[in-house]
């Protein structure tokens, strides 16, 4: 039971935040104002899919569906089933026997409505992609598509310039190799 309050008071936070390059809001409505619908489960599971693949090639965040762009609630209105079937989208849409860096996938009720709320790391260990192979990334408030030698590249660079920085406990002038190291004086140093 905790772990539901804590989660609600982090939505609530969530909400006040708005969306940003960690968090998105999707609307479980469609139609005009006056006429507002439920949306089809199929095209609510393929946002939760993208977005959250996105976030996982990116810096991780959160999706939360029935809440509107500007952070109002509406909810979700519909049927069990049909958000049972929204919450396994984060298996049924990313790319076959690709597990996503999930933290939290839940249903929750905030002042009296329904929501679904998702939070997903960033990948360490593979690029995600979409069921039908396309490779997405999270700039900013937007999902665009990436690929995958992209953020493959990317996330090398990050890690070589890590290694390059490293400082090595210990380690003296007699450690250097002075083969190599005058071979680049040499190229570099006339």
Do not use: W
Not at 118 to 145: A, E, H, W
């Amino acid at each position: 039971m905790e772990d539901i309050l804590f989660i609600a008071d982090k939505v609530k936070n969530t909400l006040i935040l708005g969306e940003s390059h960690f968090r998105e809001f999707k609307t479980a409505f469609e139609g005009r104002p006056d006429n507002k619908k439920p949306r089809l489960v199929k095209s609510i599971c393929a946002d939760i899919g993208e977005a959250l693949v996105s976030f996982a090639n990116a810096d991780g965040g959160e999706v939360l569906i029935g809440v509107e762009d500007d952070a109002t609630i509406t909810g979700v209105a519909h049927n069990e089933t049909d958000i049972q079937t929204m919450l396994n989208a984060v298996t049924t849409h990313v790319y076959r026997n690709q597990k996503l860096p999930l933290t939290n996938s839940r249903k929750l009720v905030i002042d009296d409505k329904t929501i679904l709320y998702f939070s997903v790391n960033k990948g360490t260990t593979m690029i995600y992609q979409l069921p039908d192979g396309r490779c997405v990334r999270r700039k900013d408030k937007s999902t665009m598509p990436e690929s995958v030698d992209q953020i493959q590249f990317e996330r090398q660079e990050v890690i070589s310039r890590e290694y390059d920085s490293q400082f090595v406990d210990g380690a003296s002038v007699t450690d250097l190799d002075l083969k190599l190291l005058q071979g680049v004086a040499d190229q570099y140093i006339k």
